[in-house]
Nanobody
Framework: QVQLVESGGGLVQAGASLRLSCRAS????????VAWFRQAPGTESEFVGL????????AYADFVEGRFTISRDRAKNTAFLQMSTLKPEDTAVYYC????????????RGQGTQVTVSS
């Protein structure tokens, strides 16, 4: 079992930066990938990007356009989503999810953290 807890959300102005954290507890050694998703009110969840836990290889959704960077600190069992040049349309609840070894999907997710970008 793995539990994920996000932190770092808040209210910022357009153009600002914010770093979200996703801390894993439990059997973190079973994590294959950690992905970030976001969901704005009235919309479906949207994939932001992911990182391979062991290799650190990352992949991003097209809308990121180089503004976001995902990293991880394996010693602290924590993944990060560094966001810069934030736009009002980035406003959403951001949550992390993990694909564990032997699983096909991102079945383990955190509770999410609110990011609000004002214009």
């Amino acid at each position: 079992q793995v539990q994920l807890v996000e932190s770092g959300g808040g209210l910022v102005q357009a153009g600002a930066s914010l770093r979200l954290s996703c801390r894993a507890s439990g059997r973190a050694e079973s994590i294959d990938n950690v992905a970030w998703f976001r969901q704005a009110p009235g919309t479906e969840s949207e994939f932001v990007g992911l990182i391979n836990w062991s290799l650190g290889i990352t992949a991003y959704a097209d809308f990121v356009e180089g503004r976001f960077t995902i990293s991880r600190d394996r010693a602290k069992n924590t993944a990060f989503l560094q966001m810069s040049t934030l736009k009002p349309e980035d406003t959403a609840v951001y949550y992390c999810a993990a694909k564990l070894s032997g699983q096909k999907g991102y079945d383990t997710r955190g509770q999410g953290t609110q990011v609000t970008v004002s214009s």
